[in-house]
């Protein structure tokens, strides 16, 4: 079985800029969780969608959204890049809303 | 004070040695436990999942959680070269899918 795709796996953008960022769970799992991780501040939940509906939500600002698609595919959006965005932004599935979270590659960010 | 602290190390061992890895946290509400294993450039990886409190063993890995003293143990017995990656502590409350995870400690297992 296919393990959960992200792409691109690596993107440099400029601040202000806004960037969508693509997961691709492992098939027929319908939780998706985002993370981000940064040396300084370790892992970070983003915010978890099942069922194309986001049903938790960490401590993020709003120019951090995401969305899911009725194959269970997501993306996330951030808006108005900061420096402090550049990160590895990583996508985990799972078959349902709180089971065992499969992590994929993460896409790492640079914000110039 | 972070909910979940882990030593982010390094901790360097020889190889063959056992490794002892925990983190400890402050929410009492969190029921699920979990280590992950991160190599370098790639997504972590769940090594060892509890639920409450207990020991579990696979192979050569045993997690422990005491919900007495909120610390959560991850041992790692005859320690290998591959072995060498980044452990991460993870935990949850019930029914919550906002898992919080420790910094990571770096293992490196020298041959």
């Known amino acids: 079985k296919a393990g959960v795709t992200q792409t691109p796996r690596y993107l440099i953008k400029t601040r202000g800029q806004q960037v969508t960022l693509s997961c691709s769970p492992i098939?027929?799992?319908?939780?998706v969780s985002w993370y981000q991780q940064t040396p300084g501040q370790g892992l970070q939940f983003l915010f978890e969608?099942?069922?194309?509906?986001?049903?938790n939500k960490g401590n993020f600002p709003g120019r951090f959204s995401g969305r899911q698609f009725s194959n269970s595919r997501s993306e996330m959006n951030v808006s108005t890049l900061e420096l402090g965005d550049s990160a590895l932004y990583l996508c985990a599935s799972s078959l349902v809303s709180w089971d065992t979270q499969y992590f994929g590659p993460g896409t790492r960010l640079t914000v110039l | 004070q972070k909910e979940v602290e882990q030593d982010p190390g390094p901790l360097s061992v020889p190889e063959g040695a056992i490794v002892s890895l925990n983190c400890t946290y402050s929410?009492?509400?969190?029921?699920?436990f979990m280590w992950y294993r991160q190599y370098s450039r790639k997504g972590p990886e769940l090594l060892m999942y509890t639920y409450s409190s207990g020991n579990k063993e696979d192979g050569r890995f045993t997690a422990q959680v005491d919900k007495s003293s909120k610390y959560i143990y991850l041992f790692i017995r005859d320690s290998q070269p591959s072995d060498s990656a980044t452990y991460l502590c993870a935990m949850s409350a019930e029914n919550n899918n906002d898992m919080r995870f420790g910094a990571g400690t770096r293992l490196t297992v020298k041959p």
């Open positions: 929410n009492s509400a969190f029921q699920y």
């Open positions: 098939s027929g799992h319908r939780s």
């Open positions: 969608y099942f069922s194309e509906t986001q049903r």
